[in-house]
T-cell receptor
Framework: KAGVTQTPRYLIKTRGQQVTLSCSPI?????VSWYQQTPGQGLQFLFE???????NKGNFPGRFSGRQFSNSRSEMNVSTLELGDSALYLC?????????????FGNGTRLTVT | AQSVAQPEDQVNVAEGNPLTVKCTYS??????LFWYVQYPNRGLQFLLK??????LVKGSYGFEAEFNKSQTSFHLKKPSALVSDSALYFC????????????FGRGTSLIVHP
């Protein structure tokens, strides 16, 4: 089975631009979560989608948004990029969105904002 | 509310020696505990979990973890460290009756010296 796939792996954007990141979960997985990882803040939860519905949301400004499609693939969008948005963005999936089930992570998208 | 602490930013150990990476947690109900490992420029990989039952949990790559309810700890251990174990290790917790979204520790960098 293929793992969680995130594209692109690397992105360089300029302040004020917007960006869209993509995540394809493991086949059959219905829950997709997004995390921001930075050296200073560690892993911070952005949002989680389950069967196309946003089920949980972290404490990020409205510039950060996401969606999930009927095939469980997910995208996240960041508008009006700021320098502080530079980070590794990780996507994670799980088959059933249950608390006993571990997450399966992709290798992330490294976003650099200049 | 749920929280997790990894008191050591970095652990150094010589190859062949036993290693321990510490994790303590706080939850309202019963804890569901997870360990993940992250290699450079990669996503997190699931190592092992504690849900219920035997306090000693065995996982991937020879790692194990001991759940201690009275000390609210879930330390990761390995009897003999390898240089290839050098990576960033994350402990995560979910509360049995709480949110699906896990709380991650800030991570511990394990360095195994040859």
């Amino acid at each position: 089975k293929a793992g969680v796939t995130q594209t692109p792996r690397y992105l360089i954007k300029t302040r004020g631009q917007q960006v869209t990141l993509s995540c394809s979960p493991i086949s059959g997985h219905r829950s997709v979560s997004w995390y921001q990882q930075t050296p200073g803040q560690g892993l911070q939860f952005l949002f989680e989608y389950f069967s196309e519905t946003q089920r949980n949301k972290g404490n990020f400004p409205g510039r950060f948004s996401g969606r999930q499609f009927s095939n469980s693939r997910s995208e996240m969008n960041v508008s009006t990029l700021e320098l502080g948005d530079s980070a590794l963005y990780l996507c994670a999936s799980s088959p059933d969105g249950q608390v006993v089930t571990p997450l399966h992570f992709g290798n992330g998208t490294r976003l650099t904002v200049t | 509310a749920q929280s997790v602490a990894q008191p050591e930013d970095q652990v150094n150990v010589a190859e062949g020696n036993p290693l321990t990476v510490k994790c303590t947690y706080s939850v309202s109900g019963n804890p569901y505990l997870f360990w993940y490992v992250q290699y450079p420029n990669r996503g997190l990989q699931f190592l092992l979990k504690y849900i219920t039952g035997d306090n000693l949990v065995k996982g991937s790559y020879g790692f194990e973890a001991e759940f201690n309810k009275s000390q609210t700890s879930f330390h990761l251990k390995k009897p003999s460290a390898l240089v290839s174990d050098s990576a960033l290790y994350f402990c995560a917790v979910r509360d049995e009756g709480g949110s699906y979204i896990p709380t991650f520790g800030r991570g511990t960098s394990l360095i195994v010296h040859p």
